[in-house]
């Protein structure tokens, strides 16, 4: 077992209730401090070279925590700021599931980067910069693919390439 493995089960095993708690703490429901506490586990022993302090562990998935949480209310606060500016108030696409289908339809004819530039950049609302670190390519790369994508989506739901932003 490698030790991280260990870590993450003594962590859980020790801490899991805790960081759960502070996860109902900061969202105010069960399942999404749950998905929450899930999420922070993923970036921290994703990315961190982990020993065996539990107090440090916790430290960090605490934070991550926090730290999603708060990016998380910042952009939903943005969006609702701004998508009077995307969407037409009186039109609901939401409530029409073709419409939602030919969109997703559309998604799955990218190929997989400019998908997943697509939804860091249009979905978690990431920069370019911050997308193309998160994949691990250059900025300009980003660029290429954002373009390609919504040229391609822009042809597959017959829109005006203006209209998509």
């Known amino acids: 077992m490698a030790d991280w493995e260990q870590s993450f089960k003594d962590l859980l095993a020790t801490r899991g209730s805790a960081l759960h708690a502070y996860g109902?703490?900061?969202?105010?429901?069960s399942s999404a401090a749950a998905d929450l506490t899930q999420e922070a586990l993923l970036r921290v022993f994703g990315r961190l070279r982990v020993d065996d302090?539990?107090?440090?562990?916790?430290?960090?998935?605490?934070?991550?925590?926090?730290n999603q949480f708060v990016d998380g209310r910042r952009r939903a606060l943005l969006w609702r700021k701004r998508r009077h500016l995307l969407v037409d108030p009186d039109v609901?696409?939401?409530?029409?599931?073709?419409?939602?289908?030919?969109?997703r339809q559309a998604l799955?004819?990218?190929?997989?980067?400019?998908?997943?530039?697509?939804?860091?950049?249009?979905?978690?609302?990431?920069s370019?910069?911050?997308?193309?670190?998160?994949?691990?390519?250059?900025?300009?790369?980003?660029?290429?693919?954002?373009?390609?994508?919504?040229?391609?989506?822009a042809s597959t739901l017959a829109l005006d390439k203006e209209n998509i932003r």
């Open 24 to 29: 109902y703490l900061l969202t105010g429901e």
């Open 53 to 66: 302090d539990l107090s440090q562990l916790e430290s960090y998935v605490r934070r991550a925590m926090l």
């Open 92 to 103: 609901h696409h939401d409530d029409d599931p073709a419409a939602v289908d030919e969109v």
């Open 108 to 126: 799955m004819m990218l190929s997989p980067k400019q998908r997943a530039c697509v939804v860091l950049r249009y979905y978690q609302d990431l």
């Open 128 to 153: 370019v910069q911050e997308i193309a670190d998160q994949l691990e390519c250059a900025e300009g790369t980003v660029k290429r693919h954002l373009s390609d994508a919504r040229a391609r989506l």
